[in-house]
């Protein structure tokens, strides 16, 4: 779901990343198509087009499409028609519609989505998560809700406190399915599916980035009999991102990101490492450089992760380093630059990352550092995504001259940083490579 781009174009000329169907064909409640007019959406993307003419009939949906082609609004749109155009079958103020996502970031998206799209229907919408809030999410519980939307462990955790219950549930909605198995959410997802009503009874919008054999057994076994919707585009990757890979020293790579922060005029740039260690480095070099950073990693606490997250949005925080934990469902307007300083160790996660920018027609740059560390990543990466990525020479102009070298964090055996560290270089090249944060893949 997209809106105009705002030239001076004809109107009959769509951006290219939109389809020919309008919101207005579609058998939409008036009071989502007016709430659509307001936003200045007027045509549907791809994924949009081929899924919800079905899902207004009814039809369940497991759906696939990249990263960044309006996944969300097509199962926002969809349930909150159905809770609009139906009557309800369960107890007044329980959850009518169920949303699960894998992270708390995408499930503030999918809320944050939602108030937008539901202004004007009357739903109470409530986004339940866990790290933060814990008495105030119960109380807007207890206040009734329509449309729950959440992650795994609070909803589990509330319903088992009798706080809501799931007989009235009337529309399913799971998100980034593949990555619930990546953290190992399938067993709580199957628990609170066995509480609902069957699938016959009830509609099931599942979509991913990805339908693998296990998330189709999980459509297949959880839902009735849904439409398989794939909207592929020629490459993996999106396609509107210029890539290139840069083969570089690990001693060599701080000094070569601050140097291509330097010649690239980066402006809204989005940092991805493999480790919270390396996220930690990684900021300590760009202060030590002139540039502010934050670091999102899973262990940051929840409300100042929703702080960074804010700061980067509105463009206070130029450059934000990441670990996976930020790489999928965020939609961050404007991202001119992902940098992998690390190649990530699954090929899944290239294209996740990278697709941070380039979203909703936009075009964006995806720079890759290749390091003696993770150069063994390259192969399956390329692999994936069916094509050798732009080589670029690591060039005496792209290093600073006068780069400085920030503090070493040094760890006791707890882990923790301490106080104050010591000086040193930067990288550490010939080091063993830490354990990545990321969960094993089942």
Do not use: W
Request: glycine share 10%; aromatic share 6%.
């Amino acid at each position: 779901m997209q809106a105009s781009d705002g030239t001076d174009a004809p109107l009959f000329v769509r951006p290219q990343h939109l389809s020919e169907v309008s919101f207005d064909s579609l058998p939409l409640h008036p009071t989502l198509k007016s709430g659509l007019a307001e936003l200045g959406f007027t045509h549907c993307t791809p994924i949009q087009a081929a899924t919800l003419p079905l899902a207004l009939q009814g039809q369940d949906l497991a759906g696939q499409a990249q990263t960044g082609t309006g996944k969300t609004a097509a199962f926002l749109l969809a349930t909150m028609n159905h809770l609009l155009t139906q009557p309800r079958v369960g107890e007044d103020g329980q959850p009518r519609a169920y949303m699960l996502a894998p992270t708390r970031e995408l499930a503030l998206q999918i809320y944050n989505d939602a108030l937008q799209l539901g202004a004007h229907t009357g739903l109470r919408l409530a986004v339940i998560y866990g790290g933060t809030g814990y008495e105030a999410q119960k109380q807007t519980l207890a206040a009734g809700v329509d449309i729950l939307i959440g992650t795994p462990g609070r909803m589990i955790d509330f319903f088992k406190q009798g706080l809501y219950v799931l007989k009235g549930v009337e529309v399913l909605v799971l998100d980034e399915a593949d990555r619930m198995f990546d953290l190992g959410f399938i067993d709580d997802i199957r628990y609170l599916m066995r509480r609902m009503p069957k699938p016959g009874a009830r509609q099931n919008y599942l979509f991913s980035a990805t339908l693998s054999h296990r998330v189709l057994e999980l459509a297949y076994e959880h839902m009735n009999n849904p439409a398989r919707i794939q909207i592929e585009p020629e490459q993996v990757t999106a396609e509107r991102v210029r890539q290139v890979l840069i083969h570089v020293a690990n001693d060599e790579k701080l000094p070569l990101l601050v140097g291509l922060m330097r010649q690239k005029a980066m402006t809204r740039t989005l940092v991805f490492v493999n480790t919270k260690r390396g996220a930690e480095e990684v900021e300590a070099a760009l202060k030590a450089n002139g540039y502010e950073a934050g670091v999102l990693s899973g262990d940051v606490p929840q409300n100042k992760r929703e702080r960074l997250l804010g700061e980067f949005k509105l463009g206070q925080l130029p450059v934000l380093v990441a670990t996976d934990v930020a790489a999928r469902g965020l939609h961050i307007p404007d991202v001119t630059h992902v940098i992998n300083f690390d190649l990530p160790q699954d090929a899944e996660d290239y294209v996740h990352r990278i697709g941070r920018t380039a979203r909703a027609g936009a075009s964006g740059d995806a720079i890759s550092l290749c390091c003696e560390t993770y150069v063994y990543s390259l192969p399956d990466i390329e692999k994936l995504i069916g094509m050798r990525i732009p080589q670029t020479p690591l060039t005496p102009e792209l290093m600073p001259p006068d780069y400085i070298v920030p503090p070493r964090i040094h760890r006791d055996r707890s882990g923790k940083p301490p106080r104050r560290g010591g000086g040193g270089r930067p990288g550490g090249g010939g080091r063993r490579p830490e354990r990545s944060t990321r969960p094993v893949r089942r």
